[in-house]
């Protein structure tokens, strides 16, 4: 099935920087989610951004989407301690959503 | 407003054992229910989803079984563990008949087949 891998795999950046992390996938999608795990914890949707769709924006937050390229971006702006995760893109197809591998981001104090 | 609950938290099983996790959603009705397992530092596998009472869909063969006995109940189980089954699993809902909308996940169920 479909899948998005992130890159890079992981992350560590100092608080106040911007952190930036991709996405690309293999066939045509509905949508593209972004997700967030902390550690041993479920996922939490960040944002969804649709096909027609070139830019979104949700606090902190901007993704990008580039469909030609079948890619996409999740920048965090300003980072804090407090963003330290795992970050997931998620595609569509059907009734369900592929995840790919995520990129660990560590926010340094 | 909407919650999923999802338990136990830990669970720590002999290989061979039978297994049965229980995903619970409250304040939605008729949604999609998904069980994902995630192996250390990986991404999320799927593993069964379902639209409706009793309507399971297999993602990938495995040693696993998944049933949905009610609207909001969604059940993972196995007949005797494999030490491949260890992981983190998790269930997730979405409310969107047509798919691909957001889900909102469980806290997970750490597995440990020893």
């Known amino acids: 099935s479909q899948q998005g891998e992130e890159d890079p795999q992981a992350l560590s950046i100092q608080e106040g920087e911007n952190a930036t992390m991709n996405c690309s996938y293999k066939t045509s999608i509905n949508n593209l989610q972004w997700y967030r795990q902390n550690s041993g914890r479920g996922l939490v949707h960040l944002i969804l951004?649709?096909?027609?769709?070139r830019e979104k924006h949700s606090g902190r937050l901007r993704v990008t989407l580039d469909t030609s390229k079948k890619s996409s971006s999740l920048l965090i702006t300003a980072s804090r301690a407090a963003d330290t995760a795992s970050y997931f893109c998620a595609t569509d197809e059907d009734y369900k959503l592929s995840f790919g591998a995520g990129t660990t981001v560590t926010v340094r104090a | 407003s909407q919650t999923i609950h999802q338990w136990p938290a830990t669970l720590v099983q002999p290989v061979g054992s039978p297994l049965s996790l229980e995903c619970t959603v409250e304040g939605t009705s008729n949604p999609n229910l998904y069980w994902y397992r995630q192996a250390a530092g990986r991404g999320l596998q799927l593993l069964f989803y379902s639209v409706g009472i009793g309507q399971i869909s297999s993602e990938v063969p495995q040693n696993l079984s998944a049933s949905r006995p009610q609207d909001r109940q969604f059940i993972l189980s196995s007949k005797k563990l494999l030490l491949s089954d260890s992981g983190f699993y998790l269930c997730?809902?979405?409310?969107?008949?047509?798919?691909?909308?957001?889900?909102?996940f469980g806290s997970g169920t750490q597995l440990s087949v020893l």
């Open positions: 951004i649709r096909s027609n769709e």
């Open positions: 997730a809902w979405s409310a969107e008949q047509s798919g691909g909308e957001k889900l909102f």
